[in-house]
């Protein structure tokens, strides 16, 4: 049962935990360098459901738009994530 949970995660759920916590403090502290706040994040997520709701189906593009900007972003942080992880 162990191994599963640990296959899941990635690793021991202990060490994942101190990674999680090291990472998270990392990011608030960026988050608090570049004035950021979680409530702007969740307004700015509002928002862009509320302004995708009023424009339309003229949204569509736009969110296609956001979605391959975030993909650009997101794919190869994962691969490079990937790569490093790769134990042999």
Do not use: H
Not at 28 to 37: N, Q
């Amino acid at each position: 049962m162990a191994t599963n949970v640990s296959g899941f995660l990635g690793d021991t759920p202990g060490r994942l935990l101190v990674k999680l916590i090291i990472v998270s403090l990392i990011v608030g502290v960026a988050m608090s360098a570049f004035g950021l706040s979680p409530w702007d994040i969740f307004r700015g997520a509002r928002e862009f459901v509320l302004r995708l709701w009023n424009m339309g189906f003229s949204a569509l593009g736009k969110f296609a738009d956001y979605l391959l900007l975030g993909a650009c972003v997101v794919i190869p942080a994962f691969i490079i994530i990937r790569i490093l992880s790769y134990r042999r």
